[in-house]
């Protein structure tokens, strides 16, 4: 059991918060209720606030692109792997900006000889580790290689071990 995000924010009057987002149809199960409490409750012994999110209370796109990528929260990959994943992609898309992911992705595969869509797995995975960061409003369908901003290895295994 874990909160999706932790936020660090510079605004003095809510500088840190937790995050839960679920589906509205999700809350109609009695056991999820039970666990979002114990997860509530945690947060208030720290101190720290915890907001419950559904599909409601976000933006469409962003609702999406959480959706997308929250499947992807713990890949099949080694640490290795990762980081050459995270060196190649950060080459392909400084080389390609104004290619959309799922272009330069469609072409690595075939570059590669990979299976359709592999490529798109890795940077999603990637996306999903918090190795690369981009505008949540931006629908994933429409994101740019240039959209993209990479984070180092040592950076986003510090916030893993943290988060995990």
């Known amino acids: 059991m874990s909160s999706d995000f932790l936020v660090n924010t510079s605004d003095p009057n809510n500088r840190i918060f937790a995050l839960q987002v679920k589906t509205s149809s999700a809350l109609e199960e009695p ?24 599909e409601k209370e976000i933006p469409v796109d962003v609702f999406r692109n959480l959706d997308w990528l929250y499947s992807l929260q713990a890949p099949d990959f080694s640490l290795e792997e990762e980081s050459r994943f995270l060196d190649f992609f950060s080459t392909q898309l400084e080389r390609n900006a104004a290619l959309t992911i799922i272009d330069l992705c469609k072409q690595l595969d075939s570059v590669y000889h990979l299976e359709l869509g592999e490529s798109l797995y890795q940077i999603r995975a990637l996306l999903a580790r918090r190795y690369f960061h981009f505008d949540i409003t931006i629908p994933y369908s429409k994101l740019r290689c240039g959209d993209l901003i990479s984070e180092s290895l040592d950076t986003v295994v510090e916030i893993q071990r943290v988060s995990g």
């Open 31 to 54: 056991r999820t209720i039970e666990k979002l409490e114990i997860e509530r409750r945690y947060w208030l012994e720290k101190e720290i606030p915890w907001y419950l999110v559904t």
